[in-house]
């Protein structure tokens, strides 16, 4: 419906003044209005995905806080700190956990309390790791199967079931040669027998 009347107004999207013909123009062209439209959208989208995680957040906080036992990433949550400090945590003794699987790990939540409420905390001091031999006193893993004539597989099990050492220097795995000729003997005895 069409009317005589000019109206002097302002853009609600970029601002400018124009001439509208009706008192209800908000716009002042079609690509404004438009514009706006999408631009309403795309907040509305917006406000609605901020909602939706401060809800997950409040959620799993929640949940965290109220369990008993607690996973590691669960605990690392809470804390605030990584996944590898949690566990650098257990290695030195300041929480207890209890490895249940190999990929599950649980730490009771009082224990994660009473650490922090613990005024002072002594770091144990870390034993100097012993230096490797030097590679001439030691068989590489391929001198070893040749000297002994053992598959790779049989070596390994044979250092793994006796607890002789091995030393890596770059790529490279080592046994001492007189561990290896020791513990040998003994074995070729027990076959031979």
Known sequence: MSSNIKVKRICEFCGNSFM???TVTRFCSHICNSRYGKRKVRELKIQASEKQVVATVAATAKDVVAAEF???SEAARLLNISI???YNIIQT???KAVRLT???TLIKRVDI???LVLSEYQVPVLKARKKNPHPKYCYSMTEAQEVLNFSEKALWDLLKRNNIPKYRDGKFSYVLKSDLSGKCNCLLIRILI
């Open 84 to 86: 590898r400090s949690i």
């Open 93 to 95: 003794g300041r929480i």
């Open 102 to 104: 190999p990929r599950k």
């Open 20 to 22: 509208a013909r009706t």
């Open 113 to 115: 309390d009473l650490m």
């Open 70 to 72: 607690l996973t590691v």
